[in-house]
């Protein structure tokens, strides 16, 4: 069985903070109890060696390198959201590393390998490489795992921020299809986007006045069971101090502190608007098909955002999404047609229109949709500056 999977990694709030970089950037197959033949025994034992390089290729020496062993004992099952290391260990002056092992560590219970991740875990803010693989043979000698430095920058224009950086190709020898962008206010959930290119713009209200850093990353996936999987993270772009790395001056934040409501629930869920980007468990358990928000009255709207949208089917076999709509409406009894709309099925969505009056927005999946939404991060609603 081939689970695809993407490692969401953290543990006290420091370790969530930078080992939460990941998410998102390191997408990787587990072979769940299937992995390729190991030319070991549990008895034998097991050696991997390799090299740390900083971003001038110089040795990454006394650094303090994590191992993960990818075991449904371990991290990707009972321990799935906040792991620590199974290893660490520290480079030598020189950079290098040798991690000694019996074969047991790394072989599933039929004899076939599991798969590690090596990353170093010296800096909250990078930069980062991961490297991932089947721990295959007996003696693994991993390629030189060289730092990115992306030299990543924005500027903010009339509202809009673009985001440069520079590729990665001196450092892996090729270039990626596409990098990853990550954003954070305490967790790296602000705003995200799958797939990018240097130059990108967004708008700037999107970060709500609240980004304090910004990194890019770029993943190469492995040709064979017997090659590697990369990742490669840039440092973060932060200023100490600054809490609002991407000031927007155009539209307001409508729905701050508001209660979100579901089918079905008298609850109102404020942390879906609580500017924390963060999932609230409760409403996870509900998976609903709509959210609604009150705004407590007539405000002038132009712009929805939803952050961390995560989605499934009530009945897999049988899939009748077409796309996602918002609805804004000064009663709870005529929504008329959907002011906004996208095939858009997960992720980070914003939906933007022309200036309407309303109280109530309500995002939903189209009509005999059996979509149900799993997680959301946060929900907002929009205005222009001078709505009060």
Wanted: aromatic share 12%; glycine share 10%; proline share 4%.
């Amino acid at each position: 069985m081939i689970i695809r999977m993407t490692i969401q990694l953290g543990g006290t709030m420091r370790k969530r903070v930078f080992l939460g970089m990941l998410a998102g950037a390191l997408s990787l197959f587990l072979m769940a109890g299937c992995g390729p033949e190991a030319g070991y025994g549990p008895d034998d034992i097991v050696t991997i060696t390799g090299k740390f390089l900083d971003v001038d290729g110089e040795p990454l020496g006394n650094t303090e390198i994590g191992i993960w062993k990818l075991d449904p004992e371990g991290i990707s099952l009972n321990n799935y959201w906040y792991p620590d290391p199974d290893d660490k260990e520290l480079t030598e002056e020189d950079g290098t590393f040798r991690i000694r092992h019996k074969g047991e560590e790394y072989l599933w219970p039929n004899g076939t390998a599991k798969y590690i991740i090596i990353t170093n875990i010296d800096s909250l803010d990078g930069p980062v490489t991961a490297v991932g693989f089947f721990v295959i043979n007996q003696e693994t000698e991993v390629p030189d795992i060289k730092l990115w430095d992306a030299n990543a920058v924005h500027e903010i224009a009339n509202d809009t921020v673009t985001f440069t950086w520079d590729g990665v190709e001196d450092v892996s020898g090729s270039a990626p299809d596409h990098y990853g962008f990550s954003s954070r206010l305490v967790y790296w959930a602000l705003w995200q986007v799958k797939e990018v290119q240097s130059g990108f713009s967004l708008p700037t209200y999107l970060f709500q006045n609240k980004c304090t850093g910004w990194r890019v990353g770029a993943e190469f996936a492995r040709a064979n069971d017997s090659s590697y999987d990369w990742s490669y993270m840039s440092a973060t772009t932060a200023e100490e101090g600054n809490l609002n790395l991407i000031p927007n001056s155009s539209h307001e934040v409508l729905s701050q502190g508001l209660g979100a409501y579901i089918p079905d629930h008298d609850t109102a869920f404020m942390k879906l608007t609580d500017q924390v980007f963060k999932v609230e468990e409760d409403f996870n358990a509900a998976h609903p098909e709509w959210v609604l928000l009150d705004l407590g009255d007539v405000k002038t709207i132009n712009a929805v955002a939803v952050y961390g949208l995560f989605t499934n089917y009530a009945q897999p076999g049988n899939k009748q999404f077409e796309q996602f709509e918002v609805y804004v409406s000064s009663d709870t009894t005529d929504w008329g047609t959907a002011d906004a709309t996208t095939t858009q099925q997960d992720g980070y969505i914003r939906f933007e229109f022309d200036s309407v009056d309303g109280q109530y927005v309500k995002f939903q999946a189209n009509e005999g949709s059996n979509i149900q939404i799993v997680w959301m991060r946060e929900y907002a609603v929009f205005g222009p500056v001078a709505t009060k």
